[in-house]
């Protein structure tokens, strides 16, 4: 056969026990080369991602399909992050030959990415910015390698969002919200009488429509529990009767914002 190698393949070394033969065309590759996914794109997972490369000897209809390490070996490049990886297919057998090409790998999707609760921050007359903790497939994510963060709504009391943009191995985005509580105050006197006990507190006016307080025979607060609500910011003491008598009352109090008429 004029321009045609005719060879026996024997990977093992030892006599086959049945023969198989392939023609190769002198002037072309050895092989043709498949991969798991007909188009090449690969999804970033953060590991290296093998491509599922398959050998044939040509022509694939009429050949047979080549071993992995017996009659070949295979080199994967740059299979890790987002861009274009390689392969090379090798022969074994006298090492003259070898297929090379490429695959894709694309950003993942952060809609995959998990993204812990914001936790509920406090007012501080400046911008709020919490860092949201991401993770994908046991990673911990990266701001400005992995993704950038936007906020809004966040330099006052309620509700502000921040918005994550993916980079590099990711992309879209997704957005997490979290609450903005106004500054506490504390209790700077308490006293007592028979049925009855006045409580006084310090002034916290700013973003805040007013105090709580709320008062127990329980000192962990867990029942018995009663409320009363101070709608002015700049009332600072109030006196709570009605008492039961040789009772201990625990007291506590808080801030509270009406946001929206709520």
Request: charged residues 15%; positive net charge.
């Amino acid at each position: 056969l004029a321009g045609t190698d005719i060879r026996q393949w024997n990977p093992s070394g030892t006599v086959p026990t049945s023969c198989r033969f392939y023609l190769v065309p002198s002037n072309s590759l050895l092989w043709t080369i498949n991969l798991s996914r007909s188009d090449g794109c690969y999804e970033y997972t953060g590991r290296a991602i093998d491509p599922g490369v398959t050998a044939w000897a040509t022509p694939t209809a009429t050949g047979f399909q080549l071993v992995k390490g017996k009659d070949y070996s295979l080199v994967l490049s740059n299979n890790v992050n987002v861009g274009t990886a390689r392969y090379v297919v090798k022969e074994l057998t006298s090492g003259a030959h070898e297929n090379s090409g490429s695959f894709t790998i694309t950003a993942a999707p952060l809609s995959k990415v998990a993204a812990a609760t914001l936790a509920q921050q406090t007012y501080t007359g400046k911008a709020v910015q919490p860092k949201p903790k991401l993770s994908f497939n046991g990673m911990t994510l990266s701001e400005g390698t992995d993704y950038t963060l936007a906020y809004q709504d966040n330099t006052k009391v309620g509700t502000a969002t921040v918005t994550i943009a993916g980079k590099g191995n990711y992309r879209g985005s997704k957005t997490l919200s979290f609450k903005i509580a106004p500054k506490g105050t504390n209790i700077s006197k308490l006293t007592g009488a028979s049925k009855s006990l006045t409580v006084v507190w310090k002034k916290q006016a700013t973003q805040t429509t007013g105090y709580q307080i709320q008062y127990s025979t329980s000192s962990s607060f867990k029942s018995g529990n009663k409320t009363v609500t101070v709608g002015k910011p700049g009332t600072t003491s109030k006196k709570i009767s009605q008492l039961k008598a040789k009772k201990t009352y625990y007291v506590r109090v808080r801030t509270y914002k009406k946001i929206g008429g709520t």
